[in-house]
């Protein structure tokens, strides 16, 4: 008797920290944001145990994700936990891993097909921009931690901090079976800076360097797909793929990808 009632308090208390999502294929990713790889999906109505809860991308209004018992998280908007505060302990570890830092030749590259313009003006889009195509906070840039007008190697420091947000989202979007070297890593971040990282998530290049295919081979083949603009192939993007697949096959010993942790 004594048992099962130990039995079936233990099962009373994994009910209790047990929620249903509501939406109906949620995504559960490797890191607290919509930029992470997706590791699983969960079905409205599975229920789900939390192990700790941290802050990430807002999804509707609401900052939290639950990292699951599955070791992945998932946007608390789209789980019943009654609250839009946090239910449980925060996480310690947010992240998976940092994102590996591009290297020189992968600056220098971005560098060189974005253009420098050493002071502020109003870019196509209607934003302030200064130095390699960085967008400013204000008209007068006043986010830049750098004399304006920019010196080149300013401009390329700027230049670094804006591609950090692509070397965290390549870094998130790629599996373990995803071998990269820093250079084909630095092809991939030129890559993601100027298409977006919701393109390349989404893209069949992803997805066959997470199959574990030869990734020169790989980036041989698909780069140069990304070449259009207005249904037309554009000359400058023709010589910003080639130049990628050039430093993906330029020899290196430095690894970049999956990150050691």
């Known amino acids: 008797m004594k048992f099962a009632a130990l039995a079936a308090l233990a099962s009373a208390v994994a009910s209790a920290n ?21 590791k699983k999906t969960y079905a409205k109505g599975h229920d789900v145990t939390l192990s700790c809860q ?18 992945c998280y998932v946007s608390d908007y789209y789980v019943k936990t009654g609250s839009n505060s946090y239910v449980t302990k925060k996480c310690s570890d947010t992240t998976t891993c940092a994102a590996p830092k591009s290297n020189q030749a992968t600056v220098n590259l971005i560098a060189e097909y974005e253009g420098f313009v050493d002071h502020v003006y109003t870019d196509a889009t209607g934003h ?36 950090k947000k692509y070397e965290k989202c390549i870094t998130a979007m790629l599996t373990s079976k995803a071998v990269v070297n820093l250079n084909q890593y630095g092809a991939l971040v030129s890559w993601a800076f100027n298409m977006g990282c919701g393109a390349a998530e989404s893209s069949t290049l992803v997805k066959r360097l997470n199959a574990g295919e030869n990734v020169n081979t790989v980036l041989s083949q698909e780069l140069p797909k990304w070449v259009h603009g207005d249904g037309k192939v554009l000359p400058g993007l023709v010589r910003r793929r080639n130049a990628e697949i050039a430093l993906a096959k330029t020899p290196t010993s430095d690894k970049a990808l999956p990150v050691k942790c």
């Open 18 to 38: 047990a929620y249903a999502i509501t939406g109906d294929t949620v995504n559960c990713r490797s890191g607290p944001g919509t930029n992470y790889a997706v």
């Open 54 to 71: 941290t802050s990430g991308t807002t999804v509707n209004g609401n900052s939290i994700w639950d990292k699951t018992s599955d070791g």
């Open 128 to 163: 302030p921009t200064v130095g390699y195509g960085h967008l400013c906070s204000n008209s007068k840039c006043s986010d830049v931690p750098y004399h304006i007008p920019l010196s080149q190697a300013d401009g390329k420091k700027l230049l670094a901090d804006d591609m």
